[in-house]
């Protein structure tokens, strides 16, 4: 079973300059709408899907850069906006990566590499999970005690290394809200998700 948005219409996701809004995963997790898209088009076209024999299928209808210029064709000026956010943003982790690399055939002195003052390189999944901590603890949507809450690293932009404790605490009907640097959460029986600027309390 696929749980999909109410409104057919992933356009009104991508916000200025074709940056996709965070909504239940899409925009944070899966950041690229059109292969959302595409795989949305692939359930409509096969309600029921098997397993190994459909892999092939699935994964050239899906990924392909064809299908996915296709959305973005017959979508408008969001998608196209969209569709270059998401080159640029691939092009742009290519050159960091790049700038990373070190070349073996050259002589350590020769070599650079970051500074204190770059950013860390991230080498695997949950590199740059923050640990957010409770005190008091809270009580959690499910009626358990909630001391603590691992901030994936693409919510903690911008939050300083030193800081470990959530802020401005509040728990009212199911919900917990609280500010971890220059963000606010909220957390309940939905999970785990930012909130907008205009929507702090």
């Known amino acids: ?16 300059r074709g940056m996709a809004r965070i909504y239940h995963g899409m925009g944070g997790v899966y ?29 050239e209808r899906s990924l ?18 969209h569709a270059n956010q998401m080159m640029g943003a ?4 290519a050159r960091q990566a790049e700038l990373n690399l070190v070349d073996w055939n050259r ?15 991230k080498t695997r999944l949950g590199d740059g999970d923050r640990l957010v901590h409770f005190a008091p603890a809270v009580p959690g949507p499910f009626n358990n005690s909630v001391t603590e809450l691992v901030l994936p690293a693409w919510l903690a932009t911008g939050v300083a290394d030193d800081l470990d404790a959530a802020e401005d605490v509040t728990v ?30």
């Open 1 to 16: 079973m696929v749980v999909v948005p109410a409104r057919r219409d992933l356009a009104g996701l991508i916000g200025e």
């Open 31 to 59: 950041p690229d709408l059109r292969i959302i898209e595409s795989t949305w088009r692939l359930i409509e076209e096969h309600p029921e899907w098997r397993i190994p024999e459909m892999n092939r299928l699935l994964v």
């Open 64 to 81: 392909h850069s064809t299908v996915l210029e296709a959305i973005v064709q017959s979508g408008g000026s969001r998608w196209r906006d």
């Open 90 to 93: 691939v092009r742009g982790h």
């Open 107 to 121: 002589p350590y002195t020769d070599s650079s590499f970051p500074d204190a003052a770059d950013e860390r390189i």
């Open 172 to 201: 009212r009907e199911g919900t917990v809200r609280f500010e971890f640097g220059p963000h606010a959460f909220a957390y309940d029986r939905l999970g785990l998700r930012r909130l907008p600027k205009d929507d702090r309390r």
